[in-house]
């Protein structure tokens, strides 16, 4: 799923319905959805660490999920959501931005392939 056959996808400011999946997916395959798996929650809002794990190891756990997340997501906004050290806390904000805006984002993807147009003189190869 990640660099062997290319199939994650950094996040940016318009694909956030598509990467959110294969976030979850890619950090259910390592083991590191605990951090950020809502149903979990306790009333405190915050991930219920599993009762066999140490303290030390769940630290741990948070920040190989966090490193995860940050991995996949692209430098233009990376700026927004780097000053968050809890995998959770991440995820929300990422929520918060582009979750409410997915409608608006495909409408603009949409008007933006409505006016795209070839330009005389060149093949539709160039054009893509």
């Known amino acids: ?10 996040l ?14 890619l950090l259910y395959c390592k083991d590191l959805f605990d951090p950020i798996d809502v149903d979990k929650t306790k009333k405190d ?6 009762e ?5 190891e769940w630290e741990k756990l948070k920040r190989k999920t966090l490193g995860t997340i940050r991995q996949w997501i ?3 906004i990376f700026n927004h959501v780097s000053q968050e050290t809890e ?3 991440l995820w929300r904000k990422l929520e918060g931005l582009y979750e409410r805006k997915t409608a608006h984002n495909k409408a603009s993807l949409i008007k933006r392939l409505v006016n795209l147009k070839l330009k005389p003189g060149k093949s539709v190869s160039e054009h893509l």
């Open 12 to 25: 940016t400011s318009t694909n956030y319905s598509i990467w959110r999946p294969m976030m979850e997916d």
């Open 45 to 50: 809002d915050q991930p219920t660490k599993p």
């Open 1 to 10: 799923m990640e660099h062997g056959n290319n199939s994650m996808v950094k």
């Open 87 to 89: 995998p959770l806390e």
């Open 74 to 76: 692209d430098i233009s």
């Open 52 to 56: 066999k794990m140490i303290d030390k």
